[in-house]
Nanobody, 116 residues
Framework: QVQLVESGGGLVQAGGSLRLSCAAS????????MGWYRQAAGKQREFVAR???????TYADSVKGRFTISRDNAKNTVYLQMSNLKPEDAAVYYC??????????WGQGTQVSVSS
């Protein structure tokens, strides 16, 4: 069973920055894809960014140029550096990983709030 521990959420002013972290363990500690989704109040969960073990990255159009995803394979940790945050970025951010067996797991979520 995979365990995901997220951290780094909080309240920031518009234009500010935050860095989210998600440490994964379990499932032989080998993960293919690691990424982030978010869900704002009253909205559906949406894709934010993902990174493959090869370091290939994909971003939602809404965050391109402002967010950077990275990972430390030795620590099984994925990061999301968020810059120039906007009020519309406010949401609960969820870590998502896929292990080598194709099983997907979700973190418990971390709140990001952005004041205008």
């Amino acid at each position: 069973q995979v365990q995901l521990v997220e951290s780094g959420g909080g309240l920031v002013q518009a234009g500010g920055s935050l860095r989210l972290s998600c440490a994964a363990s379990g499932s032989d500690s080998r993960f293919n894809t690691m990424g982030w989704y978010r869900q704002a109040a009253g909205k559906q969960r949406e894709f934010v960014a993902r990174i493959r073990r090869s370091a290939y990255t994909t971003y939602a159009d809404s965050v391109k140029g402002r967010f950077t995803i990275s990972r430390d394979n030795a620590k099984n940790t994925v990061y999301l550096q968020m810059s120039n945050l906007k009020p519309e970025d406010a949401a609960v951010y969820y870590c998502n990983v896929e292990d080598i067996y194709g099983v997907t797991s979700w973190g418990q979520g971390t709140q990001v709030s952005v004041s205008s």
